[in-house]
């Protein structure tokens, strides 16, 4: 079948590189952000995630910058690996159970 | 994945048929949901559970049943399978905390579903 990241926003990068991948979400009253990474053939696996109290979080290799004046999300991976290839996704959520998912930025690691 | 289990993995099956996906949890999770994921759409939620006897609609239920009798276990029901429906189903479940707040989804590996 179709692979789930045909169809989407796609960034290349050079192994070596960082990436950044972003996302606008609707709603000014989101108040708690995640990115997923959907690797082919899987289901989507939590990266990092951020409050809205918060503007930077940082993980391993990963940084999520949170802008709320202009509901812009951001995902930074440093030194990109052929690894990270996959299709990455942001989720809102607002105070309820019912994340609000972005459709999703494929990432191609060329070596 | 997170001690999440779907099955089957494949199925093909006709227009007309009945089909049931299930979703297995040994996380004791309060929250499970289905969704499914089209080229193009992203995921789409068809319907969610937030306890035992306790579902909701998505935004793209129509044609889809579920039902929830015990904790672990989460059913999706197509009553008849429409080529429309084809298309890869994934399970999620979330510990969530009361008031919203955290509320990170774990995901099962999906299950790839064509109706011919």
């Known amino acids: 079948g179709e692979s789930v990241g045909l169809h989407l ?41 951020i409050r809205s109290n ?22 930074q ?29 494929s990432l191609i690691v060329h070596p | 994945d997170a001690g999440i289990t779907q099955s089957p993995r494949h199925k093909v ?39 035992v006897k306790d579902t909701d609609k998505g935004e793209v239920s129509d044609g889809y049943s579920v039902s929830r009798s015990k904790t672990e276990d989460f059913l999706l029901t197509l009553e008849s399978a429409t080529s429309s429906q084809t298309s890869v189903y994934f399970c999620a479940i979330s510990e969530a905390t009361s008031g919203g707040g955290k509320n990170i989804q774990y995901f099962g590996a999906g299950t790839r579903l064509s109706v011919l």
């Open chain 1, 9 to 49: 926003p796609t960034l290349s990068v050079q192994e070596g590189d960082n990436s950044i991948i972003n996302c606008a979400y609707s709603n000014s009253a989101s108040d708690y952000f995640i990115w997923y990474k959907q690797e082919s053939g899987k289901g989507p696996q939590f990266i990092i995630d």
């Open chain 1, 54 to 75: 918060m503007d930077k979080r940082q993980g391993q290799r990963v940084t999520v910058l949170l802008n709320k004046t202009v509901k812009h999300l951001s995902l």
């Open chain 1, 77 to 105: 991976i440093a030194a990109t690996q052929p690894g990270d290839s996959a299709v990455y996704f942001c989720a809102e959520n607002r105070k309820s159970y019912i994340p609000t998912f972005g459709r999703g930025t």
């Open chain 2, 13 to 51: 099956t006709e227009t007309g048929t009945p089909v049931t996906l299930r979703c297995h949890q040994t996380e004791n999770h309060r929250y499970m949901y289905w969704y499914r994921q089209d080229p193009g759409h992203g995921l789409r939620l068809i319907h969610y559970s937030y306890g």
